[in-house]
């Protein structure tokens, strides 16, 4: 089924043309350098960038794939979790299209988007396996126990993982996004510089944390000068302690549940010293990880529409009163 | 030409099929922040009605605001986007232009003011010549009371912020003022502007085509004395 999905819950306007699990076209128009001057996504300036944009992203998805709209077999679109105003102009458009060439549109979690980003980056992953998606926006841990079959067992308290990044990086003057800057300048520094508190330790709940670790790095270095800072270990020690905090908790979780496979999606998944623990922690305990493809960790709407196509083949179809839910929970079927 | 319009900047959802100057079927219902649910289903049901399918359309047109900022764009998506996947023409047409053509039989000067939140209106100033219009001051926002305060001539208020300022523009400027309403007859009035433009292949890029918002998107309090001009 050759579906078209539309992502616009945060600040990419994105769609994609996917067909049986291929990606035919994945056009993301990315608003990070207007965000940046403010530390963070401003909805408003997102929504209003989403709709110069929606158009273009949508055309350019056609012709990279050199489909027509016609052929166009289903539309899938985020319509739950996300910025409220940003998310209405996706499914503004999606509905739209699907009304305009009667097609079937389904309303996609945003969650269930990066949970299938990693499951076509690895056709080969089998069910159950072990989802953790971490990225700017949210960090979750999921139990997926086949296609749209969910179990939650664990989320972020406070902070998603990549918003640490990001609060690390404008406290010490870094830039904004944060993580891969703070990926970059670690990998001069030493990761034992400095023994950050590791947040929820011998919780028996696979659940995170980042505020607290976030306040105590500020604590250590506030009112300090910059210029006399040891940066690359500040940021290299913090890296370690959310990489620790996310790889143990995440094997607490695969051990308690008896799960051998292990995905790894999200912005922030596209981490390298996440990747790397992950890696040498599974091959010892005799886990295997998968990674999701760089090009589909971020917010993307390849995503979406796979799991739209696995969702409209379920007979989960909605109605033209299709609306958005920014805090919609994630859904099985 | 058949041309449908949709306008959800306001407190009224309108959906207009008109083939040119005549109304095939239309709708106008309280938006109450249903625009995005409902937006489709009220198109559906007026294609319907006059017995069509989206694809016997001929043109759209869309109110680009000023207005609700979240309501304003899920009109123009919808259009636009109809526009673009049917490749059709598209047309957007101000709410202002839109409120100030339903009075422009009035005679004199015609002044369309729309909520803009917190005490303040976005507002334009036209004068009604020979059933046509002359726009005399550009779009704005900002207080009431700065922008009218320097009318000086017989008045026609029309629009959803009349009725919340009618005292203090009364107070104002006297027994010269006129009050005509929220403006009903703005879905049709999109469609007509849109129409005229259309017949002379003045229509809009689809894919460019965005909101008027007149404000920052910062800036959602105006202090007072303040404006923002278009
Ligand atoms: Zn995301």
């Known amino acids: 089924m050759l579906v078209l999905g539309i992502e616009t819950s945060c600040d990419e306007t994105s ?42 992203v949508v055309e350019e998805a056609l012709d990279a794939s050199s489909k027509s709209l016609s052929e166009v077999e289903g539309v899938a679109v985020t319509s739950k979790y996300g910025l409220v105003g940003p998310l209405v102009i996706g499914v503004a458009a999606a509905k739209a299209l699907a009304y305009a060439f009667q097609v079937p549109i389904t309303g996609i979690h945003h969650i269930e988007g990066h949970i299938f980003a990693g499951m076509l980056s690895n056709p080969q992953m089998p069910f159950p396996h072990l989802c953790l998606t971490v990225s700017g926006g949210h960090t979750m841990l999921v139990y997926v126990k086949g296609p749209c079959r969910y179990e939650v067992l664990g989320q972020t308290l406070d902070d998603a993982a990549g918003e640490a990044f990001d609060k690390i990086a404008k406290f010490l003057g870094l830039g904004f996004p944060g993580g891969p800057v703070i990926d970059r300048l670690a990998r001069q520094g030493d990761r034992a510089a400095f023994d950050f508190p590791r947040p929820l330790k011998g919780r028996k709940n696979p659940d995170f944390s980042f505020s607290g670790l976030k306040t105590s790095v500020v604590n250590r270095f506030k009112g300090r000068e910059r210029s006399g800072m040891p940066l690359a270990d500040i940021v290299a020690s913090f890296q370690e302690a959310v990489v620790d905090h996310l790889v143990s908790k995440t094997l607490q979780a695969a051990s308690q549940r008896q799960v051998a496979h292990i995905s790894v999606t999200g912005g922030v998944a596209i981490n390298s010293r996440l990747r790397e623990v992950f890696t040498e922690e599974c091959a010892r305990g005799r886990y295997r990880v998968y990674f999701t493809m760089p090009s589909l960790c971020g917010d993307n709407a390849a995503m979406i529409a796979a799991a739209g196509a696995a969702r409209i083949g379920l007979g989960d179809v909605a109605g033209m009163d299709l609306n958005v839910d920014p805090s919609g929970q994630l859904e099985s079927l | 030409m058949k041309v449908l319009s ?40 007026v294609l319907r009605r006059a017995g069509l399918a989206l694809r016997d359309v001929d043109a759209f047109a869309v109110g680009i605001g000023p207005g609700s900022w979240t309501g304003v764009r899920v009109g123009l998506t919808v259009g636009k986007t109809f526009a673009f996947s049917l490749d059709k023409p598209v047309c957007g047409v101000s709410s202002l232009d839109a409120l100030a ?58 629009g959803e912020a009349v009725e919340e300022h009618r005292d203090t523009i009364t107070e104002l400027l006297g027994p010269q003022v ?24 003045q229509g809009d890029d689809s894919l460019a085509l965005s909101p008027l918002y007149l404000r920052d998107p910062l800036a959602r309090a105006l202090g007072a004395g303040e404006m923002a001009e278009s």
Do not use: W
């Open chain 1, 15 to 56: 769609a994609a043309l996917v067909s049986g699990g291929d990606v035919l076209s994945n056009i993301i128009a990315s608003q990070v350098d207007l965000h940046a001057k403010y530390g963070g996504v401003v909805p408003e300036i997102a929504a209003r960038k989403h709709v110069e944009a929606i158009g273009y």
């Open chain 2, 6 to 45: 949709i306008d959800t900047a306001g407190r009224y959802d309108f959906v207009v099929l008109m083939q040119d100057a005549r109304i095939l079927a239309e709708t106008a219902r309280d938006s109450a922040n249903n625009s995005l649910r409902d937006i489709i289903i009220l198109v559906d049901g």
């Open chain 2, 101 to 158: 053509y339903e009075a422009r039989g009035e005679g004199g000067l015609v002044c369309p003011l729309v909520d803009a939140g917190r005490g303040n209106v976005y507002a334009a100033l036209y004068r009604s010549v020979n059933a046509g219009l002359v726009k005399e001051r550009d779009y704005s926002a900002g207080p009431v009371e700065v922008l009218v305060r320097s009318i000086a001539e017989p008045v026609v208020f029309i």
């Open chain 2, 178 to 201: 006129r009050f005509l309403g929220e403006g009903h007859g703005r879905g049709r009035a999109v469609g007509s502007l849109a129409l005229d433009r259309l017949i002379r292949g």
